[in-house]
T-cell receptor, first 112, second 122 residues
Framework: QSALTQPASVSGSPGQSITISCTGT?????????VSWYQQHPGKAPKLIIY???YRPSGVSNRFSGSKSGNTASLTISGLQSEDEGDYFC????????????FGGGTKVTVL | QLQLQESGPGLVKPSETLSVTCNVS??????????WGWIRQTPGKGREWIAS???????EYNPSLKSRVTISADTSKNQFSLNLRSVTAADTGIYYC??????????????WGQGTLITVSS
């Protein structure tokens, strides 16, 4: 039921690169750059890893990168490491009259 | 290092009011440039932004919840709170307190609390 669509799961081997997509509409991802990505480990608080589509907060590994094309934003994790296992979700501002901000359903990343 | 910590009752009866508080340490909610808010994660709707407050009193609400929600900030205690009235089982979930930017549309949540589980049940 989430407004932004993400794949339920993505997996990769250590050292590989994976990409997680986040598909919205022209009311959110397509027309605004307030797209952010979060990493969450079980039982822990979510951690901001990408903001405004492409920017990394201080202290976040440069193995994480963000991009956007049309109504789809993407998070790429390069040089996959075991510590990258967890849940990743996206978020975007929306100009919908019934919402202000929308979230993706989350993607479970597994390091094989 | 800024830290946010939620506190809540754990269990709330249907039709009653859910009240949760977020204590902020390592910084001040009176800092200019930031809103302080609540996000929940429920089995039925996933993650959902509920409301945000600026220390000067400006408030923003999710339109779909606005009729049942009140958010407030207490700068003397460096904490902010959420009341959700007339709860049902659909309000069961994890409630997170967060910080985000003040600019219009800036819902970049750069700090989160650990979350507090609220169960609505008789």
């Amino acid at each position: 039921q989430s407004a932004l669509t993400q794949p339920a799961s993505v997996s990769g081997s250590p050292g590989q690169s994976i990409t997680i997509s986040c598909t919205g509409t022209s009311s959110d991802v397509g027309n605004y750059n307030y797209v952010s990505w979060y990493q969450q480990h079980p039982g822990k608080a979510p951690k901001l890893i990408i903001y405004e589509v492409i920017y990394r907060p201080s202290g976040v590994s440069n193995r994480f990168s963000g991009s956007k094309s049309g109504n789809t934003a993407s998070l790429t994790i390069s040089g996959l490491q075991s510590e990258d296992e967890g849940d990743y979700f996206c978020c975007s501002y929306t100009d919908s009259s019934t919402l202000e901000v929308v979230f993706g359903g989350g993607t479970k990343v597994t390091v094989l | 290092q800024l830290q946010l910590q939620e506190s809540g009752p754990g269990l709330v009866k249907p039709s009653e009011t859910l009240s949760v508080t977020c204590n902020v340490s390592g910084g001040f909610i009176s800092s200019t440039g930031y809103y302080w808010g609540w996000i929940r994660q429920t089995p039925g709707k996933g993650r959902e932004w509920i409301a945000s407050v600026y220390y000067r009193g400006n408030k923003e609400y999710n339109p779909s919840l606005k009729s049942r929600v009140t958010i407030s900030a207490d700068t003397s205690k460096n904490q902010f709170s959420l009341n959700l009235r007339s709860v049902t089982a659909a309000d069961t979930g994890i409630y997170y307190c967060v910080r985000h930017g003040k600019d219009h549309g800036d819902y970049t949540f750069d700090y989160w609390g650990q979350g507090t589980l609220i169960t609505v049940s008789s």
